[in-house]
C-alpha cells in the first residue's frame, strides 16, 4: 500500500490500483501518491474485488487483461458496490473496442498502454474534480438537513413533539400547506423542513413576503414580466418559474392583493403561468407552501381573502404553538440560541447564570421564539466575561422597582398555609423547568445531591 502525502485539500481521494503487473500497479500508484491519492493496491482482479466489498473507494484504475477476473468484471463489481466510482481502464492497442465497450458499461474513462503518467494524472484529477463536486453536494445537504430537517424544530414539549410528528407525515406529499401561526413562531423554518424532507429537497425553495411588495411588482415577481409591461419592466422569471420542480413559499399570503389572489387561483388550478405583459404560457411543476399570522377565516368574512383560494391553499393546515404555549422548551431553546450565536460571533460562551435563565423563563414572549433568538444574540454580543448573567440582559428585562427593592414576603404570600412537602415539591418542579428537565443542573440549584433529586421526583411524581 502506498502513503498519501494528502496533497489536497479536504480528505484524500481514495484510488484502488488493479493490475496484474506488480512493478506496473506500483508505478500508478507512486505517480499518484504524489499527487495527493491515497492510494491501495490489488495484485489481480479477484482481489480488487474483494477490497471493493470491504472498503470505500472513489477512483478505480483496473488493467482491462487480467486472467479470471478481468478489467470488465471488476466494473460490474464496482457499479453495483461504489455506485458513485469513477472507473478508469488501462488497455492494450489490441481491445480497444473491448475498452469502448466498458464505456457503455460505465467506464469513466481508458488509457492506452504504454502508459502515460502525465496523462494518467490529468484523467484521474478530472475524475478527483467529479468526486469533489459529489462530496460538496452530499455535505450541503447534510448542512441542509442540519439546518432545516425536523431535528432543528427545537422543542420536546407535547406541542412540538405533535408537530414534528405531523410533519413527518406531510413532508414526503406534494399536498399544499398553510402554516398559521403568530409572528416569530418559525413559519419559514417549517416550511423550510417541509421542503427539505420532500422529494423535491434537491431543486430550489424560493421564499416570498407577500405583504412587502405593491400589486404590480408582487405579480411581476410571482409570474416574470416581458420589456414594456410596465415602467422600467424588462425579460425576467419570475418566482414561479425559478421554482419549477421545487417549492414556493408564499409568506404572509393573507396580505395579498385581491386582484393577484385570482391571477394565483387560476395558476394553482391550470399549473400554468403566463408573464405580465405576455399571452403566452409557460407550464410550471411547483408544491405552494403558504403562511400567515392573520386569521383568514376572519378575512374571508369580511371580503379581504377570496375562499376559494383559501381553501386551495388550507388542503393541509398546521398551526404552529406560540411560545407562551411551549414554554418548557425556553431552556433547550436558549441552549440551541447561545451555540448557534456565538459561533456566529466567534465568541466563546461557557454557560447562562441561573438568575438570567429565570429572567427569562419569566418573560412574556410576545415575538416569541424570534424575539427569545434576538435576546440571547444580543446578551453575546455585550458579554465579556463569557458567562451570560444579568447584566448582559437588554434593558426591557430590568425588573419593576417593586420587585427588585420590595421584601421577599411579598413574592412569597402565595406559598403561606402550604405543607412545607407541597412547597418543597413545588420547587422541585419550578427547578426542573428551568433546566429544561436536566437533572443534574437541576440537583446543583438545590443544593442537593442527584440520588436525593431522583428520590423526591418519585416522592412528589413530577
Not at 47 to 58: H, K, P, Y
Not at 314 to 343: G, N, Y
Not at 399 to 413: I, K, M, Q, R, V
Amino acid at each position: 500500500m502506498a502513503k498519501s502525502k494528502n496533497a489536497q485539500v479536504g480528505p484524500p481521494i481514495n484510488v484502488l490500483v488493479v493490475d496484474d503487473d506488480q512493478a506496473h500497479a506500483e508505478t500508478i500508484a507512486d505517480s499518484l501518491t504524489s499527487q495527493g491519492y491515497d492510494c491501495t493496491i490489488a495484485t489481480s482482479g479477484a482481489d480488487g474485488a474483494d477490497l471493493i466489498e470491504r472498503r470505500s473507494f472513489e477512483i478505480v484504475v483496473t488493467d482491462l487483461k487480467m486472467p479470471k477476473f478481468g478489467g470488465l468484471e471488476l466494473l460490474a463489481k464496482a457499479k453495483n458496490d461504489l455506485p458513485d466510482a469513477e472507473v478508469i481502464l488501462v488497455t492494450g492497442h489490441g481491445t480497444i473496442e473491448t475498452a469502448v465497450e466498458a464505456m457503455r458499461e460505465g467506464a469513466s474513462h481508458f488509457l492506452l498502454k504504454p502508459l502515460d503518467l502525465g496523462q494518467l494524472r490529468s484523467v484521474v484529477d478530472n475524475a478527483a474534480r467529479a468526486q469533489h463536486l459529489r462530496r460538496a453536494n452530499a455535505e450541503l445537504n447534510r448542512r441542509l438537513d442540519e439546518k432545516f430537517g425536523f431535528e432543528n424544530l427545537i422543542g420536546n414539549s407535547p406541542p412540538m413533539r405533535d408537530l414534528t410528528e405531523r410533519l413527518r407525515r406531510i413532508a414526503p406529499t406534494d399536498a399544499t400547506v398553510l402554516i398559521e401561526g403568530e409572528t416569530g413562531t418559525g413559519k419559514e423554518l417549517v416550511a423550510q423542513a417541509i421542503h427539505q424532507n420532500s422529494p423535491r429537497k434537491n431543486r430550489h425553495f424560493v421564499g416570498l413576503n407577500c405583504a412587502a411588495l405593491s400589486e404590480h411588482i408582487l405579480e411581476g415577481e410571482l409570474f416574470g414580466s416581458v420589456p414594456g409591461a410596465f415602467t422600467d419592466a424588462r425579460d425576467r422569471m419570475g418566482k414561479f418559474e425559478y421554482a419549477d420542480g421545487g417549492t414556493l413559499f408564499l409568506d404572509e399570503v393573507g396580505d395579498m392583493p385581491v386582484p393577484t389572489q385570482i391571477k394565483l387561483l387560476r395558476v394553482l388550478e391550470s399549473r400554468e403561468i403566463t408573464r405580465v405583459g405576455s399571452n403566452e404560457t409557460v407550464k410550471v411543476d411547483v408544491r405552494i407552501l403558504s403562511a400567515t399570522n392573520r386569521n383568514l377565516e376572519e378575512a374571508v368574512a369580511s371580503g379581504d381573502f377570496r375562499e376559494d383560494l383559501y381553501h386551495r391553499l388550507k388542503v393541509i393546515s398546521l398551526k404552529l404553538p406560540s411560545l407562551a404555549e411551549r414554554t418548557e422548551d425556553i431552556p433547550l431553546l436558549i441552549d440551541h440560541f447561545m451555540k448557534i450565536h456565538a459561533q456566529r460571533h466567534g465568541k466563546k460562551i461557557k454557560s447562562m447564570t441561573t438568575a438570567a435563565r429565570r429572567r427569562l423563563m419569566a418573560h412574556i414572549w410576545t415575538g416569541n421564539v424570534r424575539q427569545l433568538s434576538n435576546t440571547v444574540d444580543s446578551m453575546i454580543v455585550v458579554d465579556y466575561d463569557e458567562v451570560l448573567d444579568l447584566d448582559d440582559l437588554p434593558p426591557e428585562f430590568n425588573p419593576p422597582e417593586s420587585e427588585s427593592g420590595g421584601s421577599a414576603a411579598d413574592g412569597l404570600h402565595t406559598l403561606v398555609g402550604k405543607p412545607l412537602s407541597e412547597i418543597e415539591g413545588l420547587f422541585i418542579a419550578e427547578t426542573l423547568k428551568v433546566t429544561g428537565g436536566n437533572r443534574e443542573e437541576a440537583a446543583k440549584m438545590l443544593g442537593i445531591g442527584e440520588r436525593t433529586l431522583y428520590r423526591k421526583i418519585k416522592e412528589y411524581e413530577l
